[in-house]
């Protein structure tokens, strides 16, 4: 199969996070994140591939340490 044409386009988002971290102990740490995803040039985002404008996301972890 041989590639015959494709299309190329320019993508460009932009990314806001604003987070905190909790660490009770030194060896324990709970993280949340809120993530706004903005695109800004092309039909989609580059993360996630969608054709939304904008996204959303929360974002939890934690870490152990020994």
Do not use: K
Request: net charge positive.
């Amino acid at each position: 199969m041989r590639l015959i044409s494709f299309t190329q386009e320019n993508l460009q988002q932009e990314r806001v996070t604003a987070g905190i971290s909790y660490r009770p102990v030194t060896q324990f740490a709970m993280q949340a994140a809120y993530e706004h995803n903005r695109r800004v040039d092309g039909s989609q985002l580059i993360f996630p591939r969608i054709s939304q404008d904008s996204t959303n996301g929360l974002i939890l972890g934690m870490s152990f340490g020994f």
